[in-house]
């Protein structure tokens, strides 16, 4: 079993920036993809960032590419969304998740663990 819990979510100006984190609990994450999803009200869940096992290789949704950055410390068994020039858009609730297989994909049923989930809300 994993357990992850994501923190840091608020509420920022657009514009602004945001650093939201996930630890892993249980087992440790070091062999695992993990990604980021978000899913704001009536819409479905959206892909925004996945981290290979090493941290070597990352890939972004394109509504996020360039202002997203998404890392890792398997030594903390944490990931961290580094998010900038935020937009109301990017309103929703934030899941971290893991997928066992190491692969990372940019689907969602690929991955076997889920948070709870951080609200990041931006104001316009």
């Known amino acids: 079993q994993v357990q992850l819990v994501e923190s840091g979510g608020g509420l920022v100006q657009a514009g602004g920036s945001l650093k939201i984190s996930c630890a892993a609990s249980?087992?440790?994450?070091?062999?695992?993809?993990m990604g980021w999803f978000r899913q704001a009200p009536g819409k479905e869940r959206e892909f925004v960032a996945v981290?290979?096992?090493?941290?070597?290789?990352?890939y972004y949704g394109d509504s996020v590419k360039g202002r997203f950055t998404i890392s890792r410390d398997n030594a903390k068994n944490t990931v961290v969304l580094q998010m900038n020039s935020l937009k109301p858009e990017d309103t929703a609730v934030y899941y971290c998740?893991?997928?066992?297989?190491?692969?990372?994909?940019?689907?969602?049923?690929?991955?076997?663990?889920w948070g709870q989930g951080t609200q990041v809300t931006v104001s316009s």
């Open positions: 998740a893991a997928d066992l297989s190491g692969r990372g994909s940019p689907t969602s049923r690929s991955y076997d663990y």
């Open positions: 249980g087992r440790t994450m070091s062999r695992y993809a």
């Open positions: 981290i290979s096992w090493s941290g070597g290789t990352t």
